[in-house]
């Protein structure tokens, strides 16, 4: 089928406003009489409270309300999953990003200084930075009787017989590090008191519904006096939920005791203090394997460092399970992941969600596999990859168009793959070395079991024939508004300059769910395909009374009436809206879009975990500088099955941005504590990828068309992000034939092979050989 | 960032008349891509008066008096990049300019606040201590030229008192026969901090032999110098590559005898002995793939 707009590499219809100025982002919301809110955070990362003296921040001076956790009428916490999370911490603290306090004052700094002006007194608690420690029966609990809040199984034929089965064995252990989502907002909002009760809160908020909640449980309200209105997010990853949760419950707060408005809006170093990160992983990979390639048994087992608070951890943890075998054949599996609570930044959603950790181990014990029996990477994937029909590791059959080999097939082509990998392997002479590396996944398309999936959008035709599009699915950046206007678009026939689309608003469109899971598209895209049908049909309707022609006969094309026998244009789309407003037809079409069935039994640990998968592979080519560590990216291949691409360049954007994204997670994103207290608090110190660091990308979109989704289409956010750490540490064993099994490959794990740690020397050593490496903390005095 | 007193002058004068007024209570603002960042930290103490220096116009500017190259302070790292002067005459500064940050911080930070903030990875410092920099310091009583080598005590502290101020940076030109180079390393290939640089600088005579070097590491040793301990291995002799590693490999001991062994020594005690050889390699020509460090050979 031909269309006219889907496809096409359309403008991006929050383009203007971004790049002229007049979108406005939370931040560029103020009001009249507007407060200004500031949190007291924790002072230690495991403390009790014994009390916390509020009295002098109280009696300074355009200081409006100083609250505690003792000051909220309503659930003092909130949680998606295990409802924990304090909004104001009332006993203890767990981490140093805990709300203690919140002053509401005239001005940013009296609210400042009022925070400073609070006394807490703390009976300081033991600390558990580290994720394997938690689960010792000894250490102190962080919340209830157990650290230990997850654990995932899933299981396959019988393990023991599949490593009996075996020639040989290979066992490895892998570490990832916590990384920062690195959006360039931080989380702002306004809470206003409503016109009738209740409040209103605008604000960079991702996941709008489960926001509503906690503010509504917080302050005792009921939904519908609750609104949460999306302003223009710069950024999110993943990163814009439970910390802008607990802003807005902190916010309103203040807004319901002062009844003004109150602003909040956290600094960078707030933002990284406070917000959560990406989940470390501690994986256990023992293949059992054949002579010949093939794999006989997979036991893994992977500890997740859930940081303070549960958020996220129960379904990033799950997308683990579910794919930590890769989409590899193997009969025989036993898998096991676990997170637990620890004194860190809570760990939740980011771009990938489980998935980068796992294929990182996956890919490197793929990459050893093919050495051990003589083969190259691209072979031995071919030979262990997942064709159509194919059953999971957790039971599923694979019933769509499984492309996994296709997209390994066009990227080996694209990156003359084999070639450069046989030639750089043996050519070891110079210190500066070549290498290619490469990666592929599977993953699952949208929350699949992990809950209700359905997402609505209303396209509204206006009586001069433009139309406003709204939905329940939020955009970030990433394109969801774009997407879903395409498609409204093509099934009303008319151009992208007819529609506007509004930033979502909880009580004029309905609960969707969360904006996650790369269910943008598929989800609100599908909706916005049913509520423009609704509405065409009404609109072929009314225009077949107007001509006298079929209803088989019309058609709505360039924003034009079509006769379809001869292809002449009978009247404007406009004169048509017109007709059926003055026929009292309706012009506003809900959809409403439930995803297929899908099932999990948690107690077998196997199910149809997701309704669909996509497939991608992911070429990287290194330069190693033997001697320093360095390892630059020169060139890249980036090759995802996206279904079929609604816009072109927004497809594109997600190949570039998910591998530089990568990039930063391979080579140097880190974000490091010291005894659970962060050592890094801006990007002076936690380093992201610049457009230096990003290679050339050569993209290849495939597009299989899937039925379950609008026009075929798939996902891209997160599949773009996955593998692009995997493909460049293979990179970097093929130069080196070193691998690298903790990530990031910094200069100091590439060269030596383990990293630099400062941690309990500074003591042994001279003042002045410390201050050698000091280009970090300046001390005192100029 | 707490508040504090802000004063923008407009001649040397009136900046060491305030400096004289408010001493150790004041912070000097050039560029600002130190200082500011330093303000917003919350454990550094906030100044009593930040004192801006960068309208000062008779403070901008490069000229060539006398065989010398004359930097004034508030040079910008992009001016120096731009310089056709320090090109021709001191192209190891030009590299070192080059890799400072972004365009952004380029555009606004100065080479006398790079070298007065005395952070041990500063990228300027080593190539002008290689040039043998001497550097003026005035007060409202006094002002004295120093060489540039004997400003440091250790990493952010300086012999300048309180109410100096550095005005001019001065140093002889290089003749067209020496050759200079400038290695940096750094975690990503641009906006990096220096994990290790090293600026060197040969002369030889007709028949190749090395009459004079200057080796300077950065971000190794907790103040600068020349490791004339490395230098004179070389004075006499051919460039070799066993010449140049005997070479790295005396930095990198030295390092040692200053720093002890300590948690980044596993890493700097070969990287530095790498980087130098590498460095003298540029000088002599027989290095030319390092383009990826950002490297700039005369």
Known sequence: MKHKIIGKGERRVDALGKVTGTAKYAEDFNVMHQLYGKVLRAKHPHAKIL?????????????????????????????????????LAQDKVRYLGDGVALVAAKTKEIAEQAVSLIEVEYETLPIISDSEEAFKPESIKIHGDDNQFV????????????????????????????????AIEPEAVLAEPAEHGGVIVTGSVQNLFSTRRSVAGALKLDLNKVQIIQSTLGGSFGGKDEVMTAMCCRAALLCMKTGKPVKMVNTREESMIESYKRHPYVLYYKWGCKKNGSITAMEIKCIADGGAYASM????????????????????????????YTNNNYTGAMRGFGSPQVNFAIESMMDELAE?????????????????????????????????????????????FLNKWNQYRTSKQSPKRKGIGLACSYRGVSL??????????????????????????????????????????????????????????????????????????????????KGAEIVRAFLIKTASEMTGLDVMSLDLKDNYLIDTNNGERLASFNEVAAECFNKGRPMYGFGWHKSPQTSWDEHHGHGEAYFTFVYGANIAEVEVDTETGKVDVLNFVSCHDVGKAINRNSVLGQFYGGVAMGLGYGLMEEFNFEDSIPKQLNFDEYLIPTSMDVPNIIPIIVENEDAAGPYGAKSIGEPSNELAAPAIINAIYNATGKRIYEIPATLERVLLGHKLTRKGERGSVKKEEVLADSCKIRPEGR | MKPFEYRAVHSVEEAVSVLAEYGSDARILAGGTDLLIELRKQNVKTPKVVIDISFIKELRGIESPNGTVMLQSLTTHSEIVNSKVVQQYASLLTGAASVIGSPQIRNKGTV???????????????????????????????????????????PYQTKAKPEEILTEIQFPKLSSNVKSSFIKLGRRN?????????????????????TDARIVPGAALPVWRRVTEAEILLIGKKPSKELFTAAGQKVSEVMISHTGRRWSTEYKEPVIATLVRRALEMCVGDLKDLKDLKDLKD
């Open chain 1, 313 to 340: 951890s129960p379904f990033v943890t799950w997308r683990s399970v579910v794919q930590a075998t890769g989409p590899y054949y193997c009969e025989n599996v036993k898998t096991d992941v676990y997170a637990v």
């Open chain 2, 112 to 154: 006398g606040g790079n070298i007065m903030n005395a952070a041990t990875c500063a990228d300027t410092v080593p190539p002008l201590i290689a040039l043998g920099a001497k550097i003026t310091l005035k007060s409202k009583t006094n002002s004295r030229q120093i060489d540039l080598s004997d400003l440091f005590i250790k």
């Open chain 2, 190 to 210: 641009a906006l990096s901090i220096s994990r290790l640089s090293v600026a060197a600088i040969l002369t030889q005579d007709k028949n190749g032999k090395i």
């Open chain 1, 372 to 416: 051990k029996v003589g083969k190259d990477p691209f072979e031995i994937r071919l030979q262990n990859g997942f064709e159509t029909g194919a059953v999971t590791a957790t039971g599923q059959k694979l019933n769509h168009r499984v492309s996994l080999k296709e997209v390994l097939t066009k990227s080996a082509e694209a990156a003359d």
């Open chain 1, 51 to 87: 009390k916390i003296d509020i009295s002098k921040a109280q009696k300074l001076e355009g200081v409006e309300a100083v609250l505690t956790a003792n000051d909220i009428p309503g659930d003092k916490v909130f949680g998606v999953v295990v409802k924990n999370q304090a909004i």
């Open chain 1, 151 to 182: 654990h995932h199984h899933v299981t396959k034929g019988d393990i023991e017989k599949g490593f009996n089965e075996s020639d040989f064995i290979i066992e490895k252990k892998f570490k990832t590090q916590f990384i920062e989502h690195s």
């Open chain 1, 448 to 529: 699949g079991a992990e809950g209700t999936d359905a997402a609505g959008t209303i396209v509204s035709v206006q009586t001069d024939g433009s139309v406003i599009v709204s939905s329940g699915i939020t955009d970030m950046g990433q394109g969801a508004q774009t997407q879903m206007s395409q498609i409204a678009a093509e099934v009303l026939g008319i151009t992208m300059d007819r529609i506007q689309f509004l930033n979502t608003n909880t009580s004029r469109v309905p609960d969707s769910g969360p904006t996650v899971a790369s269910r943008g598209t598929i989800m609100g895209g599908a909706a916005a395909k």
